[in-house]
């Protein structure tokens, strides 16, 4: 058996209160820990000067882990990966930014770290690298003379080209996209945008069994859509269902329906867009006055970047504004809470929504949309309304799905939600969870490593022809 290296800018933090760690964090974690492994990358810290990585091992996994110097987070982390490609790849080139020396920190900060790994790199490894921080990671590694199989999975929509190429360095970071063995995109339609940049731009080809020749390379492409544990899941709601969280909001929420929203604060999330189509809920709908409760738990990320304090902002704004319109003295139709919960806690606090609140304006997959889901009581689920640019959409069809910049539709989809016969809500649920079950983490884990094997074999029995 090869040794499983995986390679991420977050790594998912070990104690509990850290900051929310994210979908990537969430599902690398679980899926590295029952193959075990390496896992390299950044240690959520700032130092004065790059040192050699720290090595902790936890169970199976050990974890590699190295700190940024400041003038490497502002330009690597701050500026190019979350003030450019993160704003771009979730179609908000009015919110991103591009300036040459983020982009050679970005590169720069790439190379150091395939140093540090290269240093501790054996032949069989197996290397998988993952997401927007890391696309020229597998450049740096091969320059390096690094022959192992390296694949590259991307959690965040990957946009079409049009938008990707008000990135300037855009062909640089495709060609090195392929330097991969196998690239991996969440839904179809991600994989589609880069096989047509490829194409489009007469940089190669892709045939129909996914193999890519492209940049005098060959390399596939795919489509991984991640998942979760829908059991595990359910168990943790119910084993949790009598903290002291949990009975609080219930008892709080006695006597009313609740809709239940969890993201990381981040304006990819369509908060704004959602608090206003419950607003119009409440407008259209004065019966539902003091009977229906919104939920939101945002705990702030990235709060070092303008655009998140941005967002901050107007969401505290618009909380206040709605409160202060509707509000009466025994009861608040938004709760609004920056901050973190257990994982498990926050399973059981799904559990008790009536409705779950999924709205991204663009997102890769969205697990809370899975989690949320996934927690429900069977004899008595909840119904998710669901964002269609959310590439969970694209799984979950017994979700209400809805366009997330039309406020009548989300208004009306809550109101159809919260109505919602116990029949019909059973059937939708059933759905949902069987198709969780059969695409679940170990599905996509095993799925992305056995191509990288597959690909990285047949690329070694070419060379050696
Ligand atoms: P993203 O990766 O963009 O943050 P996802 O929905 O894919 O979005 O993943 C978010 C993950 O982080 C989920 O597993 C969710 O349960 C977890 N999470 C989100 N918000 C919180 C929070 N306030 N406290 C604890 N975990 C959270
Ligand atoms: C998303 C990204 C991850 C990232 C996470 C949290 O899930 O896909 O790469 O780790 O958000 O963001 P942060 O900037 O705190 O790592």
Redesign the pocket.
Known sequence: MSRLIVVSNRVAPTQEGSP?????A?GVLDALKETGGVWFGWNGEIVGHAQPPSIEKQGSVTYATVGLTRRDYDQYYRGFSNATLWPTFHYRTDLSRYDRQEYAGYLRVNVSFAKQLAAMLEPGDMIWVHDYHLLPFACALRNLGVTNPIGFFL?IPFPVPEMLRTVPPHEELVKCLCSYDLVGFQTESDRQSFVDYVERGGFGSVSEDGMMQAFGRVLKVGAYPIGIYPDAVAQAAEQYAHRKPVLALRDATRGRQLIMS???L?Y??GLVERFQAFERLLLHSPGLHGRVSLVQ???PTRSDVQTYQRIRQTLEGEAGRINGRFAQLDWTPIQYLN?????NL?MSLFRLAQVGYVTPLR???????K?YVASQDPSDPGVLVLSQFAGAAEQLPGALVVNPFDLTQMADALARALAMPLKERQARYADMMARLRANDLSTWRDAFLDDLRHVATAASVTRKA
């Not at 929310?20 to 990537?24: E, P, Q, V």
């Not at 901050?339 to 994982?343: A, P």
């Not at 997102?363 to 949309?369: E, I, P």
């Open positions: 929310a760690a994210g979908g990537l969430i959690h969890v993201d990381r981040d990819s999330k738990i945002a705990p901050r973190n919960y257990e994982r926050l997102d890769g997959m969205n697990l809370v949309a989690e």
